[in-house]
């Protein structure tokens, strides 16, 4: 039975139609499958004395899962036209399903056999592939549904850690800690227990609890929660190294990524570096299973380069990265087209800040032709990656004076987000406000005063709405909003609610940069910057200049620092001879 599963296995991943895997992961799913195979058999040869049963039961001992698939479709195909569905039917034609590889029509069986039959079983499985095919809303409700089913606290437990997931994906932020806080105290408590079964659950909860840390610019709990993970991995790997080396690399490249965010660049190399170490060491033995976490891991790098100003590093280790997603992507394009998007990607930031904007376009415009493609064919999950490559490509444009290609970009980018946000509001309509504001962006540089005015008010909306069911990671982007109709309207002369703008986005953004400097100087230097233009035009030097020493104090970025110089040296020149 297990090489029936392996030869399965090995013929879709040739297909395409699932994931590429390491041997540890390939090695658990065959075993997983094929006990899953096993029961099957078992539950069919029990039913034997029924002769479409003992024929089925006869093609599940052999293995020959076509023959099987064949006629499981007969006898549900009989059981709807005799007496209605039979959940009991459904859900093994799912598994069949699921033994060939064939997601979505597992799916749909696994579906049909929970509607009908409201069983545990068949609504584990049922979420399980909801959530496996980015159908978030169906997993959600079928969770929550389970969670007032489940017997047992482990069940509960790792429904609620699904449910989190969830939560998270749909931007439901309150609902996605409430989950996880949950899952982990229980994990707590059964680990107490039984160590040995619980506590690498334990560390992934906290490890999920420190995304969403991050996500919510909760950066010092988030640390926490990583930290905790890590030493649970650590100690874990000590004693099962194959098992838990990988995971230790996981927890690692996310404290990289915070570490990044919270400009700790020496730290963040070192996290990086230490799991591009352990992904190097486990690709040469299964270079199929580990050597896109090596890639995963250059790409992380190359960001710190970037951001350290080693530039030329950078290059190569994008294209390092490069190299790998293209080679894999020949013999899985479903699979790594979209790393080889998202690489491109970075390089063309590179190359855009690099003031190099032919190569630049020209990356940006193979990702967009990547995943234009791939949206054709999965839309639900590739269509919003259509829509940050226009808006990178928008800025680009910009950037170089092309304001006419800009805004086409920038409208195709709104409409996408906009059809998104219709079906699910809580994920996209951050995106509907990203592109909004970089719009107003555009038609201030323009000089289109008026519509950058709308739009940011438009954007200001969405994000106002935003900051009250999550403000810690909607409020910066409140503030920012107001910061940016109080420039367009200093531009425009409406001083007053050029005050009144300026003034809310320094209540909003004050406390926060307080509580990170690092973070969130820029914006507090833009918003004090504003506030010095407002009062130098109602005739307030003095405190104009007070307003702009303190941007300059408050900034980290040397373009924006120097600027800020110069606005000084305006108000106050130094007397000559």
């Not at 390939?26 to 195979?37: M, N």
């Not at 639900?380 to 808006?391: G, H, I, Q, R, S």
């Not at 703008?501 to 690092?518: K, L, R």
């Not at 504003?530 to 307003?547: C, V, Y």
Request: glycine share 4%; charged share 25%; proline share 4%.
């Amino acid at each position: 039975m297990r090489k029936v599963m392996e030869e399965n296995y090995d013929r879709a991943r040739r297909e395409g139609r699932i994931p590429a895997q390491n041997d540890q992961e390939k090695d658990a799913e065959i075993t997983r499958l094929t006990q899953e195979l096993q029961k099957l058999q078992k539950e069919v040869a029990a039913r034997s004395s029924e002769a479409p049963e003992a024929e089925l039961s006869k093609a599940l001992h052999s293995g020959d899962l076509d023959c099987a698939l064949r006629l499981k479709s007969e006898q549900v195909q009989a059981r709807r036209e005799e007496s209605g569905k039979l959940p009991r039917d459904l859900y093994e034609l799912g598994t069949i399903h699921e033994l060939r590889f064939e997601w979505p029509q597992a799916l749909a069986a696994y579906r049909d056999a929970w509607e009908l039959g409201h069983q545990e079983e068949y609504g584990i499985k049922y979420a399980q592939f909801a959530q496996k095919l980015n159908r978030f809303n169906e997993a959600i409700a079928v969770y929550e549904a389970l969670l007032c089913i489940h017997q047992l606290v482990g069940d509960r437990a790792s429904t609620m850690n699904n449910l989190g997931l969830l939560y998270r994906d749909t931007q439901r932020m309150n609902d996605a800690e409430q989950s996880y806080t949950a899952a982990l105290a229980t994990y707590r408590e059964l680990a107490e227990a039984d160590p040995g079964a619980y506590l690498a659950d334990v560390a992934s909860t906290l490890n999920n609890l420190g995304l969403l840390y991050s996500d919510t610019q909760r950066r010092k709990q988030a640390e926490q929660a990583f930290a905790e993970s890590l030493a649970i991995r650590r100690k874990l790997s000590e004693a099962n190294p194959q098992q838990f080396q990988t995971r230790v690399a996981g927890v690692l490249n996310n404290l990289g990524n915070l570490y990044r965010a919270t400009w700790r660049m020496n730290e963040a190399e070192d996290a990086f570096g230490e799991a591009y170490t352990t992904y190097s060491v486990l690709a040469e033995a299964d270079p199929d299973g580990y050597v896109p976490y090596v890639a995963i891991t250059l790409n992380n790098l190359a960001c710190v380069f970037t951001e350290t100003q080693r530039r030329d590093d950078a290059e190569e280790a994008y294209g390092q990265a490069l190299e790998v997603y293209r080679i894999l992507a020949e013999k899985s394009p479903e699979e790594y087209l979209p790393h080889v998007a998202i690489t491109q990607c970075n390089l063309a930031n590179l190359y855009a800040e690099t003031t190099r904007p032919k190569e630049a376009e020209e990356a940006y415009s193979e990702a967009l032709a990547i995943r234009r493609k791939l949206a054709d064919a999965n839309p639900e999950a590739y269509l919003p990656f259509v829509a940050n490559t226009l808006d990178d490509l928008a800025i680009l444009y910009s950037d170089t004076e092309r304001p006419k290609e800009a805004e086409e970009a920038y409208n195709e980018a709104l409409t996408i987000n906009h059809r998104l946000a219709e079906e699910n509001p809580n994920a996209y309509l951050p995106f509907v406000a990203n592109t909004l504001s970089n719009l107003a962006t555009l038609y201030g540089e323009t000089r289109r005063l008026k519509e950058a005015e709308e739009t940011s008010e438009e954007a200001l909306s969405i994000r106002r709405k935003l900051a009250e069911a999550n403000p810690e990671a909607y409020l910066p982007y409140v503030a920012t909003t107001l910061n940016n109709l109080a420039s367009f309207n200093i531009a425009i002369r409406q001083i007053e609610k050029a005050q009144a703008h300026a003034s809310e986005a320094e209540s909003i953004i004050e406390p926060i940069w307080s509580a990170n400097p690092v973070l969130r100087g820029d914006l507090m230097a833009k918003v004090f910057l504003n506030l010095a233009f407002i009062a130098e035009a109602t005739g307030q030097p003095a405190k104009a200049q007070a307003f702009a020493h303190r941007a300059l104090t408050a900034t980290y970025d040397p373009d924006l620092k120097r600027g800020t110089q110069d606005y000084i040296d305006r108000l106050c020149p130094e007397p000559s001879g």
